[in-house]
């Protein structure tokens, strides 16, 4: 029997007769606040659920369906959530302070205001979605940014090596000291320079 419980008041938000939640499907479950912190959910369904306010730090959701669930102000600290199916996910004000989201999918999904300092999202699909987030020193090698929104962005020391970033929305993006080497800009254009400068004023203007 395991009993996921409100990280505040104890109250226990749902009861199942198992001895895992590795691959429950829990689709559309109702957990806001729930207390989720270490467990192992990897393979879980939780396709359009409610997962606001939950604490879900040290959590193994490798694999996860987290698509259209809403994530807002929820906790993800040290996840994680590589290869996780988060499209159209809403993840606003969200904690994930290096997580693990390599070659997780976040097409449409919206992010806004999110803390991503020191992720991993090497190879993540993250194509049309609202990343106006904070990225710092987080690893983008290889993400797929198409047509994302990363309007006023925090990339400051970000690896955004072979990055796609074609069609982009970058306007008061921060990229200081972030890796381009190979990565492709908002106007198609292949970066070669190995960081961004102060001084980079050109540079800034292609974007």
Sequence with gaps: ??????????????????????????????LNGADLSGAMLEGVNLRNSDLRN?????????????????????????????????????????????????????????MAGANLTGANLSGADMSMATLRANFHRANLSGADLRAADLSGAILTQANLEAADMSH???????????????????????????????????WWQVW
Aim: charged residues 20%.
């Design 168 to 202: 982009a929305k970058m306007g008061g993006a921060s990229l200081m000291g972030a890796n381009l080497v190979g990565s492709i800009a908002a106007n198609g254009q292949r970066h070669e320079a190995q960081t961004v400068k102060a001084a980079a004023k050109k």
């Design 1 to 30: 029997m395991i009993e996921i419980k409100h990280k505040k008041t104890g109250e226990v938000l749902l009861s199942l007769d198992v001895e895992t939640l590795a691959g429950e499907k829990l689709a559309g479950a109702q």
């Design 54 to 110: 939950a604490d879900f730090r040290n959590a193994n959701m490798e694999g996860a369906a987290l698509n259209e669930a809403c994530m807002n102000n929820a906790m993800f600290d040290h996840a994680n959530l590589a290869r996780a199916n988060l499209t159209s996910a809403q993840l606003h004000d969200a904690e994930l302070v290096e997580a693990n989201l390599a070659g997780a999918i976040f097409r449409y999904g919206d």
